[in-house]
């Protein structure tokens, strides 16, 4: 499996270039992907698919296998189709927790996926990133999107944060939050 490497000289450790502050003070720091760290993706990947594979009448053995499978396929999808992503782990500490992976286009910033493992859920990690992405993206006047499951329980979070559904991809909705332009601030100051 091929993994695209951070440039020469790029940060390893800590807050991106990005300036995401309250990730930072939530504790969250950020590495860049490398090869070492597919066998955390895997079981991070696991235990976002922990609750629907739990009825199938598989032997351990079988759904590791599959769900290696499911996140080989995945992760081969996102790097193919995403080549200039930002592909980094999120830790806390020194535990790896999460994963943020984020693409910045010309026209928006796309959230290729969020996920954190499930001690790790529902501390507001992702929220104080999620808030932190927003605020980057706004300030170069671009959207916010993400593909969301249609019965993920974050889906309430983004929402909440200004996300509405933009597409109906099946499985899937295709989410944006607009940036705030300045008619809309003056619009909102009206009000």
Known sequence: MTLHTPSPGAPTFGAPAFGWARAAESG????????????????????????ELAPV???????????????????????????DADWLVIAQGDEDVGRFYIE?????????????????????????????AIDEAAAADKDVSIHVEKLNPAMRLYRRLGFVTEEDKGVYDLMRRRAARASDDQVQTVR
Not at 105 to 131: C, N, T, V
């Open 104 to 132: 910045r286009w010309p026209s928006q910033h796309r959230i290729i996926d969020i996920a954190f493992m499930p001690a790790h859920r529902g501390k507001g990690y992702g929220e104080a990133l999620l808030r932190d």
């Open 28 to 51: 969250c720091q950020f590495r860049r992907l490398s090869e070492a760290d597919l066998p955390f993706l895997v079981r991070l990947y696991a235990s976002t698919r922990a609750e």
């Open 57 to 83: 009448p598989w032997s351990n053995a079988e759904k590791a296998a599959f769900l290696d499978q499911q996140f080989r396929a995945q992760h081969t999808h996102y790097q193919r189709h995403y080549p």
